[in-house]
């Protein structure tokens, strides 16, 4: 057990090093997330190993992926879910993010099969479904706003 949380604690910290080298390197990424919303109106929410708040399950696209075949496959190694309808695109953002630029797209999902769970224990410690007028205080300040984005009530944004 040891090896995971060594690898666990050392994941910001190579992360940010990947990020950097991107940048100089002229990379830039982009992200996929969703909200992924059920039948009775929750959103799903994801708690990562590296990360202390609650965010929306998501990852960033393989080179030659397409963003739509992206969000699918992230929501099923993450989360255990898997669509059954296309994803509906929301936004596509610019995000500066640990000294270099990523451009998230957001979906929402709303057809899906399987049980949300915690499917990948490297990178995902807890899910949850919160309904969306009853958010986590933890919730992470971009999430709320996206969602807010999302509920209609503030102008959808650009930047993430």
């Known amino acids: ?17 990947r990020n950097v080298l991107r ?34 399950p998501g990852g960033g696209l393989r080179r030659g992926e397409a963003p739509a075949d992206g969000i699918r496959r992230e929501l099923r190694e993450e989360v255990g879910l898997e669509l059954t309808a296309t994803p509906r ?3 596509v953002y610019l995000h500066h993010y640990n ?14 099969s ?21 958010l986590p205080p933890d919730i992470s300040p971009k999430t709320r706003l996206r969602i807010e984005e999302w509920l209609g009530q503030r102008p959808v944004a650009n930047v993430w």
């Not at 949300?116 to 969306?132: C, K, N, S, V």
């Open 89 to 91: 695109l929301l936004q």
């Open 99 to 112: 000294g270099m630029i990523d451009y998230p797209i957001l979906y929402e999902v709303t057809a899906f």
């Open 23 to 56: 940048h100089l390197w002229g990379m830039k990424a982009i992200g996929i997330c969703a909200i992924v919303r059920n039948a009775q109106g929750e959103i799903l929410l994801v708690k990562h190993t590296y990360r202390f708040d609650w965010y929306l």
């Open 114 to 134: 399987g049980t949300a769970h915690p499917a990948d224990r490297m990178e995902i410690t807890e899910i949850g479904w919160f309904p969306p007028d009853r």
């Open 1 to 17: 057990m040891l090896h995971w949380a060594v690898l666990r604690r050392s994941y910001p910290y190579l992360e940010r090093l």
